[in-house]
């Protein structure tokens, strides 16, 4: 009973925990260690005498403790004296968890320091803001055990060794800093999103947690809203982009009927509030693109094209030229696009769509016998048999 | 906190020597952090004479080996060093990041070790 009541506050309320830990002990790893005690000592005070009124009150006071301790027992106390007093204060005054300031902005900003690895920058999320056990994270990215743990905490030893603050950044840094946060959301969505819920963790559902509490902690930021409509806008397709028989369809050949009404209303209320403040970035025009793909009279193929240009103006990379190649394709100009295309043969020659765009720009300009070879390298490289037997069909088709 | 920031990049990468390219950079690198009061203060920084100069030694078995060229044999080379103080790394970033050599090579940033 009283392992299921903590189990339910840590999941729940880890990431506001630690936050507030980390702004008081001042140490990442220190916070960990006193909030990870805490917790042990729950387990046997909440069995002996019950779950206390404001078990997140008790675990926020317990930590402090725990933290004095740590401190006390550290050999280079001369050190630490200021860091005591502090959190003797602290302690004393009982802090109520529900009106302490909510630290967990400042918490994601550390945890996507683009210092840290960008695989890092995930994992220490998922574990420090979704609160994620580490084998839960481990499994996410199919690492073994003491592998992630060794992850989180060299990067742990980092945050406090190189010292990389426990602030948000002020507005010259911002909008980089606020792009690698936005990143890191939309890397644990895609993950989710490909892997599906084999692992047993919903990342889609942790990824749209985490871009809600962002649109909540860092408001009238057009990119934070943008980022929770492209999530929404995607996810609300998500029961639709297979077809009956497993394969992938675009957006375009979807039934209608399965997308989620609520998540695309949402997702087009939000898109608009962005745009209205009138500082585009990357999110938003991704959030116009995935926008659009869900209009009700069909795609707007000129448009979409036009977005990914100004896309590029952000993000040029490859992958991005693709997409832009397609629209361009799709509103008519598949010479324009395969020319495009061709270019990208050096950077993209493992990445699956490559092969099967221009296998379809092949075919779409009439050069049938080339097309066929890159067919047979799309059906080499498909992600499903689904996928495979449709190009297979695709490549017949040329004779 | 002090921080550490070493220079690096390959031979001839920079603007060559009586460009005024060459000159700018100089400029840049007398300046560097006059722009930024509050973010970092300069406590030492030298250039280095280029890899043909150095040499490198180490003991086995208290017997001496010497060896001609630099430690670890790279294209982009240990050519300065800065050392800082800080309040965080941002702070550390945002210095490194005026750095000339960032544009044309490499700079790492480390914390210095505190005892």
């Known amino acids: 009973m009283s392992e299921a009541a903590l189990g339910q506050v840590l999941r729940q309320d880890r990431g506001r925990l630690l936050a507030a830990l980390v702004s008081r002990v001042g140490d990442f790893q220190k916070a960990e260690d006193a909030l990870q005690e805490a917790a042990t000592s729950a387990l046997v005070h909440w069995a002996r005498a019950g779950v206390p009124a404001s078990p997140l009150g008790w675990l926020l006071r317990a930590a402090l403790r725990k933290a004095i301790d740590g401190y006390r027992r550290d050999a280079t106390l001369s050190r630490h004296r200021d860091a005591i007093a502090v959190l003797s204060e602290e302690e004393a005054a009982d802090p109520d968890p529900q009106t302490i300031p909510d630290d967990r902005l400042r918490l994601i900003f550390t945890c996507c320091h683009p210092a840290l690895e960008e695989k890092t920058r995930v994992a220490l999320t998922l574990r420090s803001l979704c609160g994620l056990s580490t084998p839960q994270v481990a499994a996410v990215f199919l690492d073994a055990e003491p592998t992630m743990g060794q992850r989180l905490s060299r990067a742990k030893a980092k945050i406090t060794a190189a010292r990389i603050p426990f602030v948000v950044p002020g507005p010259e840094d911002l909008p980089d800093r606020l792009n690698s946060v936005l990143t890191t959301v939309y890397l644990i969505f895609t993950a989710g999103y490909t892997q599906g819920p084999e692992t047993g963790i919903d990342l889609c559902t942790e990824a749209i947690f985490l871009a809600r509490l962002l649109v909540q902690l860092a408001p009238d930021q057009p990119e934070v809203e943008a980022a929770l409509a492209l999530l929404l806008l995607t996810h609300a397709r998500a029961a639709a982009r297979n077809g009956p028989d497993g394969q992938t369809l675009p957006p375009a050949r979807q039934d209608r009927s399965l997308w989620n009404r609520t998540e695309l209303d949402e997702g087009f209320q939000l898109l608009d509030h962005a745009i209205a403040r009138r500082a585009p970035g990357p999110f938003q025009l991704k959030a116009a693109i995935a926008a659009l793909h869900a209009d009700a009279s069909g795609p707007d193929w000129p448009q979409i094209a036009a977005l990914y240009a100004r896309l590029l103006d952000f993000e040029p990379t490859p992958v991005v030229t693709l997409n832009h190649a397609v629209a361009l394709a799709e509103a008519g100009h598949p010479a324009q696009a395969l020319a495009q295309v061709q270019q990208l043969e050096r950077q993209l020659s493992d990445y699956q769509p490559f092969h099967a765009v221009m296998a379809d720009l092949l075919a779409r300009t009439g050069q049938n016998e080339p097309a066929k070879a890159a067919y047979d390298q799309a059906i080499a490289r498909a992600a499903s048999p689904a996928d495979r037997a449709f190009l297979m069909q695709r490549r017949q088709g040329l004779g | ?115």
Do not use: C, N, W
């Open chain 2, 1 to 115: 906190m002090k921080y550490m920031i070493t220079l690096y990049a390959a031979p001839g990468a920079e603007p060559g020597y009586g460009t005024p390219e060459f000159d700018a950079m100089m400029g840049e690198y007398m300046t560097l952090g006059e722009g930024m009061p509050g973010v970092a203060t300069f406590l030492a920084g030298e250039g280095l004479q280029g890899v043909e100069t150095a040499t490198t030694l180490r003991k086995r078995g208290g017997k001496i080996e010497t060896m001609d060229g630099p430690f670890a044999e790279t294209r982009e080379h240990l050519g300065g060093f800065y050392l800082i103080e800080a309040a965080d790394l941002d702070a550390a970033l945002r210095f490194a990041a005026e750095i000339p050599a960032a544009r044309y090579g490499s700079v790492e940033v480390r914390p210095v070790m505190e005892y």
